[in-house]
């Protein structure tokens, strides 16, 4: 199963993206003109976070036995920052 669709990063963390559990792909996109971060949980700052510079796109891997969750999104500034997501996942099955 594929999905994706996009958020509008600002200044203060805002959930992105549900990850699920087990073997998936995941792309994240940032059109927008500013550094986003992006991690896992609701903590993430532009401290703590991933960095997807300015008109980058950053994929990763999950694998069998990843646990799967909530990934957050913050933008270094503005409120009104478009940032993309696809998850490509197995339904129903292991993957492999």
């Known amino acids: 199963m594929i999905t994706g669709n996009q958020v509008q990063a600002g ?3 805002s959930t992105l993206a549900v990850v699920p559990a087990g073997p998936c792909m995941v792309v994240i ?3 927008s003109s500013v550094t986003v971060y992006f991690g ?3 903590g993430v700052t532009t401290g703590n976070g991933m960095p997807v510079p300015a008109g980058q796109t ?8 990843s646990k799967g969750g909530t990934l957050s999104v913050v933008a270094a500034s503005g409120s009104a920052n ?3 997501w696809l998850i490509s996942s197995a339904t129903g099955q ?3």
């Open 40 to 42: 896992s949980g609701t």
């Open 94 to 96: 292991t993957g492999f």
């Open 29 to 31: 996109s940032n059109p």
């Open 58 to 65: 950053v994929p990763f891997a999950c694998y069998q036995g």
């Open 82 to 84: 478009s940032v993309g």
């Open 11 to 13: 200044t203060v963390a």
